[in-house]
């Protein structure tokens, strides 16, 4: 949410496009939805220990 935002204030004038103001409002509307459900299940301890399991195994 706030590196979206971040990103659309700060960028230089010279990469402003209207096809980049497509993508970084697709991606402003589609990627915090579709994290808010592994964010808020990752509060359950019992799918915490399983993740940190599972990201133990790759490093």
Same mark, same amino acid.
């Given at each position: /949410?706030?590196? !979206?935002? !971040? =990103? *659309? @204030? /700060?960028? %230089? %004038?010279? +990469?402003?496009?209207?096809?980049?103001?497509?993508?970084?409002?697709? #991606?402003?509307?589609?990627? %915090?939805?579709? #994290?808010? %459900? $592994? +964010? @808020?299940? #990752?509060?359950?301890?019992? $799918?915490? !220990? *399983?993740?940190?399991? $599972?990201?133990?195994? =790759? =490093?």
């Amino acid at each position: /949410f706030l590196s !979206t935002g !971040t =990103f *659309a @204030y /700060f960028k %230089p %004038p010279s +990469i402003s496009s209207p096809s980049m103001d497509l993508v970084l409002s697709v #991606l402003y509307s589609v990627v %915090p939805p579709s #994290l808010n %459900p $592994l +964010i @808020y299940s #990752l509060r359950n301890q019992e $799918l915490r !220990t *399983a993740v940190r399991k $599972l990201m133990s195994g =790759f =490093f």
